[in-house]
């Protein structure tokens, strides 16, 4: 795709309407390509380069390079908008693409649902848990990972590293995949010590540095010596907490090189997996799945490796339990849990299965958690 192409992807569809390119709804023009051969689009709300939620995207895009038959085209810096509709129309338009990844939550809503309603013929998989059976069409779908097994992970090793005793949660928004990665990461750290609390502060935005990097600066000011985070790059995070000589875990890519010496690991996101089986699944002409989950095991999500400041008592429990939820028999969430107003949201008989409905809707912090999620 040329710079021009690439600048001018989100207009092409008003400069076309004195009709020269005009196309009927859900039609798009044929090339003459091998039944196996599928252009798939990518779209960014951020830059791919972000240490953060569009590079891991972008770092899966890139594994289908490897895929024979397959064009990628990409745009990055997409905001939540009618620009996002614009992006797709011209990439089934111009482009030829017959699958599109809206990456980003804004996009499923309206803007995806109508593209889809407008263009039947053209698949949309969308990254998060808005999807509903019986609800939304059937040429649309979402994938995510269990990530919050990560963040489980990544409270196992801040629980071994911390003198404090508190660990600090720079979110974006209180919704239910930003809950359980709050919650699974302070159970991972109880499951060393039940005294460790973590103070969680949301930001309101998906990317926002100054925010992100005043809240920071608050939790350590407040005693937190481990941070981590849900926002699109964590990259302010890292570099603002390793600055101020905090330990950090990361989320959605490695920021192990922003902070070599104070990163503890890190939950990210193995796309490339998953997009991979999609597109595999396009060739072939089969379904697609409308709803797709996946944890550890399954090839979802990987860990960042152990950073030096781990000590060697948390290097066998963060092994440990890796190797126990690579089998699937671990639950982050077993009972009893409380959350943080006293009240009992998993009773001690109960253990979520990763793919519970129940934790797609999950609404509350769990016991020890400083903050709201009003």
Not at 74 to 95: A, F, G, H
Not at 211 to 240: F, M, R, W, Y
Not at 265 to 289: I, M, P, S
Request: charged share 20%; glycine share 10%; with cysteine.
């Amino acid at each position: 795709m040329t710079n021009l192409l690439s600048m001018n992807r989100r207009h092409f569809l008003q400069a076309s309407a004195a009709g020269a390119l005009a196309l009927t709804p859900g039609l798009m023009p044929r090339r003459a390509l091998a039944e196996s051969a599928l252009t798939v689009g990518f779209i960014y709300v951020g830059p791919k380069d972000d240490y953060g939620y569009n590079q891991a995207h972008a770092e899966g895009a890139a594994a289908l390079k490897a895929v024979a038959g397959v064009t990628i085209v990409e745009e990055e810096n997409v905001p939540e908008t009618v620009d996002v509709q614009k992006t797709m129309e011209s990439m089934i338009n111009l482009d030829g693409a017959t699958l599109i990844f809206p990456t980003s939550f804004g996009y499923f809503d309206p803007h995806m649902l109508a593209m889809a309603a407008k263009y039947p013929d053209i698949q949309f998989r969308h990254c998060g848990g808005l999807w509903q059976e019986g609800k939304n069409p059937a040429n649309t779908g979402s994938y995510f990972g269990y990530i919050f097994q990560g963040q489980y992970l990544n409270g196992v090793a801040a629980g071994y590293t911390s003198k404090s005793k508190k660990l600090g949660f720079v979110a974006a928004k209180p919704i239910p995949q930003v809950l359980q990665n709050i919650n699974a990461f302070l159970l991972g750290a109880r499951s060393v010590d039940p005294s460790i609390t973590c103070q969680v502060i949301f930001t309101g935005e998906w990317s926002l540095a100054v925010k992100e990097a005043e809240a920071t600066n608050a939790l350590i000011d407040q005693g937190a010596d481990v941070i981590t985070c849900h926002v699109d790059s964590p990259k302010v995070v890292v570099e603002t907490a390793a600055g101020r000589g905090a330990f950090v875990c990361g989320y959605h890519a490695n920021q192990s090189p922003l902070a070599p010496e104070k990163y503890l690991t890190g939950a990210e996101w193995a796309w490339g997996n998953v997009y991979t089986d999609f597109v595999k699944k396009a060739q072939a002409g089969e379904k697609l799945g409308n709803f797709v989950r996946g944890g550890l095991k399954d090839g979802f999500v990987k860990m960042s490796p152990l950073g030096p400041a781990v000590p060697a008592e948390g290097r066998t429990k963060f092994d440990a339990t890796l190797a126990e939820m690579m089998t699937g028999a671990f639950s982050v969430f077993k009972g009893p849990i409380k959350d943080n107003k006293g009240n009992v949201v998993v009773t001690a008989d109960k253990s979520y299965a990763e793919d519970a409905i129940e934790l797609e809707s999950m609404a509350y912090l769990v016991e020890g958690v400083v903050g709201s999620t009003a």
